[in-house]
């Protein structure tokens, strides 16, 4: 993986603090960053994030990034390519992994029951 990440042992997650609204998401969708940065400026480094949709919570458009991004579904359901009113779309429950090269649209997104994912989102080595 390309990017610089700070040693972290093994550590408890706590899911009751830390969680924030990403800029551009709506309301219900939170990330809560594991270890790591990414610079979208320079183009470098990485992180490991958790993103949780409550219930109910959708997405409006897609989503199109510069860098690579993996997914695995934890708990609960996703549900991809959903139309802008949070209708419709593919559902993908626990177990569940992509791996998105850069420039792939993807979305929108919705969860009915709510879900937890582990994101990866890193830049290529230069």
Same mark, same amino acid.
């Given at each position: 993986?390309?990017?610089?990440?700070?040693?972290?042992?093994?550590?408890?997650?706590?899911?009751?603090?830390?969680?924030?609204?990403?800029?551009?998401?709506?309301?219900?969708?939170?990330?809560?960053?594991?270890?790591?940065t990414?610079?979208?400026?320079?183009? *470098?480094?990485?992180? %490991?994030?958790?993103?949780? !949709?409550?219930? =109910?919570?959708?997405?409006?458009e &897609?989503?199109?990034?510069? #860098?690579?991004e993996?997914?695995y579904?934890?708990?609960?359901?996703?549900?991809?390519?959903? *139309?802008?009113?949070? %209708?419709?779309?593919?559902? !993908?429950?626990? =177990?569940?992994?992509?791996c998105? &090269?850069?420039?792939?649209? #993807?979305?929108?997104?919705?969860?009915?029951?709510?879900?937890?994912?582990?994101?990866?989102?890193?830049?290529?080595?230069?």
């Amino acid at each position: 993986m390309a990017c610089n990440k700070e040693h972290k042992e093994f550590f408890q997650v706590d899911f009751t603090t830390g969680w924030e609204t990403p800029k551009g998401y709506p309301k219900g969708i939170q990330i809560k960053i594991l270890a790591g940065t990414i610079d979208r400026d320079k183009k *470098k480094g990485g992180y %490991t994030r958790l993103l949780r !949709f409550m219930p =109910g919570a959708f997405t409006t458009e &897609p989503f199109v990034h510069d #860098h690579w991004e993996e997914v695995y579904v934890l708990q609960g359901d996703l549900i991809a390519n959903s *139309k802008p009113d949070g %209708t419709g779309g593919e559902t !993908f429950l626990q =177990g569940t992994y992509c791996c998105r &090269p850069p420039g792939v649209y #993807h979305g929108p997104f919705r969860s009915e029951t709510g879900a937890l994912l582990l994101e990866t989102h890193y830049y290529d080595p230069m």
